[in-house]
């Protein structure tokens, strides 16, 4: 059956009156619950205040779904979430639980920061049925973390790691990335052979992304410390290399998971997906996130709650959504993002099948053809009567290919 996300890590917030005559479906839902973000988390009172908003939040949405609504997934993220007293994690999951009718054997997952992580919280996560932990880690390298000022010893994560383990956590993501500052080959070889050890059941390779315009943090960092571009690919390329030969499979763009993982499984099995949580064993119709700048989706669209907290604050504590705006998806857009997905989770994508299957005329996609072939030209993408296949020794370039579809790239915001 279809599962719908719903997430607490500032993700995602539903709207009938932002996008009129929405229908919920009454099959899976996922609860997509989390959001304690670094820049929130500095005084406890704080975190007090920001977990009232949130619970009012779940209140005021809980009243919008259908009581038949049943939901497949929890995901808290968004930043530090274990950083909460468990305590009170304990009160949001029974608040969760009670307000949404969560299914058995529902996934319930979290981000955990080995940094914080307490024994108090493994117990907490085992009492609510946590069965999932996504490990923050980036790098092992104690050069690379001091310039990200994110010092973690390997220690740190291998006690994380067996806490969750010992308290019933049994599932494990770790976070890795590359193109961080002063970042070499060997480090990343280095980071890798380290997770590996720990035997993670899936791993999340992301590159670094330098926008200090949009995330003020960031200008700290020594520009001249970063990889080139050629740097990054060779970097990239390296901990894949690594990953498959301790015996992941490459899922996607950017995961690698056990052969016996939900994601390798998917993918064997024809039923990956990818939404704005990443990438999924199972379909996802509706996405409910809670919390500021929250991106959900009803079905019909996409919806999302005010970027900044003092406004998501002001419409919650005056007993409205906090929605800011939404957008219906057109057949066109449909199609587009059928074909993304395709492309991200299996490499290849069959425009005629899919435009035929949503009515739509493949003609209408001429902007994105006259793109791949120049993907093609650059020895990319093989396309061939209406199949588009990434080559996988071209897979870092998937992104670009993806794009090649996105109509709104490069669009200012509506």
């Known amino acids: 059956m279809d599962h719908n996300d719903v997430a607490v890590e500032g993700l995602c917030d539903l709207a009938q009156d932002m996008i009129p005559n929405t229908r919920f479906s009454p099959s899976h839902k996922t609860v997509v619950a989390g ?11 704080l975190i007090t205040d920001y977990l009232a908003m949130l619970r009012e939040e779940i209140r005021l949405v809980a009243e919008q779904v259908p009581q038949a609504l049943s939901v497949g997934d929890v ?3 968004g930043g530090s979430p274990t950083i909460m007293p468990s305590a009170d ?3 949001l999951m029974e608040l969760l639980r009670g307000r949404f009718a969560l299914e058995r054997g529902a996934t319930i997952a979290i981000e955990v920061d080995p940094r914080t992580f307490t024994t ?37 994560v291998m006690t994380a790691v067996e806490n969750l383990r010992l308290y019933g956590v049994r599932r494990i993501n770790f ?16 980071s890798a052979m380290f997770a590996i050890a720990m035997r993670p059941d899936r791993l999340a390779v992301f590159g670094y992304s330098h926008v200090p315009s949009f995330r003020k943090n960031q200008r700290l ?23 498959v030969a301790a015996g992941y499979l490459q899922i996607g763009l950017d995961h690698f998971a056990l052969s016996d993982d939900e994601l390798a499984i998917a993918q064997r099995a024809g039923r ?13 119709p509706t996405v409910i996130g809670l919390s500021a700048s929250a991106i959900g989706r009803c079905g019909d669209g996409y919806v999302q709650n005010d970027l900044t907290q003092s406004c998501y604050n002001r419409h919650i504590a005056s007993g409205r959504l906090a ?3 939404g957008y219906r998806l057109t057949t066109e857009d449909r199609v587009r993002a059928a074909i993304i997905e395709q492309l991200m989770c299996y490499l290849e994508a069959d425009i005629s099948t899919i435009s035929t299957a949503q009515g739509f005329d493949q003609t209408h996609l001429v902007s994105s053809a006259k793109q791949l072939e120049i993907l093609a030209e650059d020895g990319i993408v093989e396309f061939d009567n209406g199949l588009v296949r990434v080559r996988h020794e071209r897979r870092s370039a998937l992104r670009h290919v993806a794009a090649a579809f996105d109509a709104y790239l490069g669009r200012q915001p509506i």
Do not use: W
Request: proline fraction near 4%.
């Open 35 to 45: 959001g304690i973000r670094p820049s929130i988390t500095r005084r406890d009172t």
């Open 75 to 77: 995901h808290f993220g």
């Open 89 to 91: 994690f304990l009160s």
């Open 120 to 156: 108090d919280m493994a117990e907490a996560l085992e009492r609510t049925g946590v069965n999932r932990a996504s490990v923050g880690v980036q790098s092992f390298d104690p050069v690379v973390q001091k310039a990200i000022n994110r010092i973690q010893s390997e220690a740190q």
């Open 175 to 190: 976070d890795l990335m590359f193109g961080l500052p002063n970042q070499t080959v060997q480090s990343c070889l280095e």
């Open 221 to 243: 960092i020594d520009t001249a410390a970063l990889p080139d571009i050629a740097a990054r690919a060779e970097q990239a390329s390296a901990m894949a290399d690594t990953l």
């Open 272 to 284: 990956l997906r990818r939404n704005s949580l990443g990438y999924s064993a199972e379909t996802c």
């Open 323 to 325: 929605i800011s705006r």
